[in-house]
């Protein structure tokens, strides 16, 4: 099955995907294509799997672990106060986890929810830009790596 994730991941080993954050122990850091949330970050597993389930039990710890360096990462660059972590894999049948950080200036009730309560509209906004998010990238791959070292 070749989903938009397989795609991705393919992307990234080939050096071709530019919304690559940097490679991680068990996928791919990438932003998202939306950027409603700045930082909204995916990790895509590498190899493609179904689901988290799929995953020995070591594998599952690496993968839940660098979503929270990914976490971490996130809260020193951006200044979010949370981190919302979601794994769904309703659509597309291959894990990928999604990274959301949360910020205070988000108005309340959509603070206070998941961050795909926000309407379309909102979410399709922002979309990435290499340009604009080069920089963002940059210090948060230099983040995740000083964590995994």
């Excluded at 999604?98 to 998941?114: D, V």
């Excluded at 909102?122 to 948060?140: G, I, S």
Aim: hydrophobic residues 45%.
């Amino acid at each position: 099955m070749s989903t938009l994730i397989h795609q991705r991941v393919a992307a990234a080993r080939e050096g071709a995907n530019p919304t690559v954050i940097c490679p991680m122990p068990s996928g791919w850091a990438v932003l998202s294509d939306s950027q409603f949330l700045r930082g909204y970050t995916i990790l895509l597993a590498d190899p493609v799997v179904p689901d988290l389930n799929a995953l020995d039990e070591a594998q599952r710890k690496q993968y839940l672990y660098d979503m929270s360096v990914i976490g971490d990462a996130l809260l020193e660059v951006t200044g979010a106060f949370r981190i919302n972590y979601e794994i769904l894999g309703n659509f597309d049948p291959a894990l990928h986890a999604h990274i959301l950080p949360r910020y205070m200036s988000e108005p309340e009730l959509l603070r206070k929810g998941p961050a795909f309560f926000y309407p379309p509209e909102v979410r399709n906004a922002t979309p990435f830009d290499l340009e604009r998010d080069r920089e963002l990238m940059r210090q948060l791959a230099e983040a995740i790596r000083r964590r995994l070292a």
